[in-house]
């Protein structure tokens, strides 16, 4: 079922019906684009966290030095051949980017003298980095947008999660940021923790929107076969929510940011009215920089190597291109579907405008069908997912982010240049 999910989506759209085979393979990028959104990998943290499946390992100081050169390297590369082009937006992920607020200082720094920088400049944030001189080094090298790692504001659930601080401290985080003056301050928070009731999830929402952050992104705890928790938990005999629950939780997160104001701007993320939403996944093409990092641009989605010490050896020697794949029209178009049902709101303007021609017709036959079931509603041009839709898309990206990170990041991480990832 797990990888079945993106060969059926490709079904509705022309072209290639097969799986996504990712080999290593020149790639040909496009002239200078009009715009450019980067995302940046940050891989250190502190410690480990035993439900974590991202790209990360532990800090060190000579390997941080010698990555963020290499990051240099890798942005003076796109320069050479697109000279300065616009950045629109910039996002610093990990790991823990506010670990080393000196990569992002001078990262950012180097771009905005190179390139054109836009105002869109995010960083995830560990609330044990939240004070005054780390903020102070983000506010004065552009950065607009923080994602505050919260996860709980319980300190029984943050130990379950292996997380270093406690409740208190994330409140204080939290307040910091804000008072701080960042266009938008997001909180994330993991719901459907092992042994964590509906009333917690509420009570963490309840505190998310109690101290005003901008937006609150919410996401279901996933198990990965290459990330302890799992074992860890089956030893301690400790279960894991069931479905229902996990509705009811989705459910109420939905229920309680209604109420505080907030409106849903995508599965997983709630916004307060005029705020800019922090988001790095959902952007149509964008740019990897580090190890570890993905790019879709042009024909091709490709991901850099995941092993921090072969990136920094590629980026003296070479290239850091782990793998590929080329993407046919119907893909450029499923990609876009996927991602704007991801948001709750498909324009069907928006994909006339790119794609120069209608949703096909298969799509729109699915959308008429889920417009009976009432899984959508169509506002002119707009088609919304409902609760229902959304709760039915929150399974749906449920298993593909599980399939995708076990399939194509397990073997990345197992192996510096793997071969062949088919998906
Ligand atoms: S959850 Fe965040 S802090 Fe913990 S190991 Fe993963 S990237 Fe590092």
Same mark, same amino acid.
């Given at each position: 079922?797990?990888?079945? /999910?993106?060969?059926?989506?490709?079904?509705?759209?022309?072209?290639?019906?097969?799986?996504?085979?990712?080999?290593?393979?020149?790639?040909?990028?496009?002239?200078?684009?009009?715009?450019?959104?980067?995302?940046?990998?940050?891989?250190?943290?502190?410690?480990?966290?035993?439900?974590?499946?991202?790209?990360?390992?532990?800090?060190?100081?000579?390997?941080?030095?010698?990555?963020?050169?290499?990051?240099?390297?890798?942005?003076?590369?796109?320069?050479?051949?697109?000279?300065?082009?616009?950045?629109?937006?910039?996002?610093?992920?990990?790991?823990?980017?506010?670990?080393?607020?000196?990569?992002?200082?001078?990262?950012?720094?180097?771009?905005?003298?190179?390139?054109?920088?836009?105002?869109?400049?995010?960083?995830?944030?560990?609330?044990?980095?939240?004070?005054?001189?780390?903020?102070?080094?983000?506010?004065?090298?552009?950065?607009?947008?923080?994602?505050?790692?919260?996860?709980?504001?319980?300190?029984?659930?943050?130990?379950?999660?292996?997380?270093?601080?406690?409740?208190?401290?994330?409140?204080?985080?939290?307040?910091?940021? /804000?008072?701080?003056?960042?266009?938008?301050?997001?909180?994330?928070?993991?719901?459907?923790?092992?042994?964590?009731?509906?009333? &917690?999830?509420?009570?963490?929402? &309840?505190?998310?929107?109690?101290?005003?952050?901008?937006?609150?992104?919410?996401?279901?705890?996933?198990?990965?076969?290459?990330?302890?928790?799992?074992?860890?938990?089956?030893?301690?005999?400790?279960?894991?929510?069931?479905?229902?629950?996990?509705?009811?939780?989705?459910?109420?997160?939905?229920?309680?940011?209604?109420?505080?104001?907030?409106?849903?701007?995508?599965?997983?993320?709630?916004?307060?009215? &005029?705020?800019?939403?922090?988001?790095?996944?959902?952007?149509?093409?964008?740019?990897?920089?580090?190890?570890?990092?993905?790019?879709?641009?042009?024909?091709?989605?490709?991901?850099?190597?995941?092993?921090?010490?072969?990136?920094?050896?590629?980026?003296?020697?070479?290239?850091?291109?782990?793998?590929?794949?080329?993407?046919?029209?119907?893909?450029?178009?499923?990609?876009?579907?996927?991602?704007?049902?991801?948001?709750?709101?498909?324009?069907?303007?928006?994909?006339?405008?790119?794609?120069?021609?209608?949703?096909?017709?298969?799509?729109?036959?699915?959308?008429?069908?889920?417009?009976?079931?009432?899984?959508?509603?169509?506002?002119?041009?707009?088609?919304?997912?409902?609760?229902?839709?959304?709760?039915?898309?929150?399974?749906?990206?449920?298993?593909?982010?599980?399939?995708?990170? &076990?399939?194509?990041?397990?073997?990345?991480?197992?192996?510096?240049?793997?071969?062949?990832?088919?998906?």
């Amino acid at each position: 079922m797990r990888l079945l /999910l993106p060969r059926i989506l490709r079904l509705l759209f022309p072209g290639r019906k097969g799986p996504f085979v990712f080999e290593r393979q020149p790639v040909i990028l496009p002239a200078k684009p009009a715009s450019l959104n980067l995302y940046i990998h940050l891989p250190f943290c502190r410690q480990l966290c035993p439900f974590c499946p991202y790209m990360k390992e532990v800090y060190d100081p000579a390997v941080s030095a010698a990555y963020q050169e290499a990051l240099l390297q890798e942005l003076e590369s796109y320069r050479r051949l697109w000279g300065d082009v616009n950045i629109e937006s910039v996002y610093f992920g990990g790991g823990t980017p506010s670990m080393t607020p000196e990569i992002i200082e001078r990262t950012l720094s180097w771009i905005a003298g190179n390139f054109h920088l836009g105002h869109e400049v995010g960083v995830e944030v560990n609330p044990l980095d939240a004070h005054p001189a780390v903020i102070s080094s983000f506010k004065n090298s552009g950065v607009s947008l923080v994602s505050l790692g919260v996860q709980s504001f319980h300190d029984r659930l943050l130990g379950l999660l292996g997380r270093d601080y406690d409740g208190k401290l994330a409140r204080q985080a939290s307040e910091r940021l /804000l008072q701080a003056g960042f266009a938008t301050v997001d909180a994330d928070l993991i719901f459907a923790i092992p042994t964590q009731s509906r009333q &917690e999830v509420e009570a963490d929402v &309840e505190t998310a929107c109690e101290l005003g952050v901008d937006q609150i992104s919410t996401y279901p705890l996933l198990y990965f076969s290459y990330a302890p928790l799992r074992k860890q938990l089956h030893q301690a005999r400790v279960t894991t929510p069931s479905w229902w629950l996990e509705r009811q939780m989705l459910a109420a997160i939905v229920k309680k940011t209604q109420e505080a104001g907030y409106r849903r701007t995508s599965i997983w993320s709630f916004n307060r009215p &005029e705020t800019i939403r922090y988001t790095t996944v959902t952007k149509d093409a964008f740019v990897g920089i580090g190890a570890g990092a993905t790019s879709k641009i042009g024909d091709y989605f490709k991901l850099n190597t995941f092993s921090v010490a072969e990136y920094i050896k590629a980026m003296a020697e070479g290239s850091p291109l782990a793998l590929a794949t080329k993407l046919d029209a119907g893909d450029k178009m499923a990609y876009w579907f996927f991602w704007r049902v991801y948001d709750l709101d498909i324009d069907t303007s928006t994909f006339q405008s790119i794609f120069g021609q209608d949703l096909p017709r298969r799509v729109r036959a699915l959308l008429s069908l889920l417009k009976l079931l009432g899984m959508t509603q169509r506002r002119g041009n707009t088609i919304r997912l409902t609760e229902m839709g959304a709760y039915i898309f929150h399974l749906i990206e449920k298993e593909y982010t599980h399939a995708y990170l &076990e399939t194509m990041w397990q073997a990345c991480l197992q192996e510096a240049w793997p071969q062949r990832v088919v998906l």
